[in-house]
Structures are given as structure tokens and as C-alpha cells.
């Protein structure tokens, strides 16, 4: 399973660098309208930290400190510092699944999800699905501001 989860996480980081690229102003990242309360600089953000949390610091063990608050607080992070945190993600994610054995996989999740224990599997298409959500909402923010 870990090729495949691999593969799709790279295809989406691959994503969200095409969606955050496709701004043509980049102040336009940044941008509140409507109802929408994150504008897509702090969804971008939110993934980075979350998937540098829970598979890099609690999966691969690399020593990542998360700064949930800041991922929805922090405004006008240079794009280009995104697009270089997105690009640190592929091997951290690459490394640290194509580790994980498939006892690994059925066994216990290091931290709780929610206060439920979940096996690595479960968290694993969780944050992959949260990930999509997330990017939905981007690519949806980009055209809605246009």
C-alpha cells in the first residue's frame, strides 16, 4: 500500500504547487471574500505543517516542531517559501512511508486521532484525505477571487 499512497500524496504535493503557482498576483494568495474564512496561503500552510506533523515529526521521527495557530494566522509568507516547503515534503514523505512495513501499517498510530486510537493505515488515508480537501478548497479560492 505504501507505493500507492506515495504516489498520490507526490501526484497532489505536485497539485498544490500548480494551484499556488497559478496565482497571478500573489497577494491574491492571501485574499479573504465572501463567506470564506482561509484564504488559500493558510490552507497551503495548514498542509505543510499538518503533513509535516504527523508523517515527518510523528511517523519518521525528524524532530519537526508544528505551529498549528500560525498555519492560520501567519499572512504573506512569500510564495516562494511555500513552493520550497512543499518541495521538502516529497522526500520526507517518500522516506518515511516507504519505511513502514505492513505490521507498521496495522499497527497503532503513535498519537490519537480525535481521542480514538486508529491504526497507521487509517491515519494515513485520513491525512490524505484531509490533504484533498484542502486542495479542493484552494483550487476553489483561486477561481472564486478571479
Not at 500573489?26 to 493558510?42: M, P, Q, R, T
Not at 501567519?74 to 520526507?92: S, T
Request: charged content about 20%.
Amino acid at each position: 500500500m505504501t507505493p500507492s499512497l506515495i504516489k498520490i500524496f507526490h501526484r497532489d504535493l505536485k497539485k498544490l504547487q500548480d494551484e499556488i503557482n497559478q496565482y497571478e498576483d500573489e497577494a491574491d494568495l492571501w485574499v479573504i471574500k465572501g463567506n470564506i474564512s482561509n484564504s488559500a496561503g493558510n490552507l497551503c500552510l495548514h498542509i505543510i505543517g499538518n503533513l509535516n506533523h504527523f508523517i515527518g515529526a510523528v511517523l519518521g521521527k525528524n524532530g519537526y516542531i508544528r505551529h498549528r495557530d500560525l498555519e492560520f494566522s501567519q499572512k504573506n509568507v512569500p510564495r516562494v517559501d511555500m513552493l520550497a516547503n512543499i518541495d521538502a515534503l516529497f522526500p520526507i514523505i517518500s522516506d518515511t512511508l516507504s519505511g513502514l512495513s505492513e505490521d507498521d501499517l496495522s499497527g497503532v498510530f503513535p498519537v490519537l486521532k480525535h481521542d480514538e486510537v486508529v491504526t497507521t493505515e487509517l491515519m494515513l488515508l485520513h491525512l490524505l484525505s484531509h490533504f484533498q480537501y484542502h486542495l479542493g478548497q484552494i483550487n476553489y479560492h483561486r477561481r472564486l477571487i478571479k
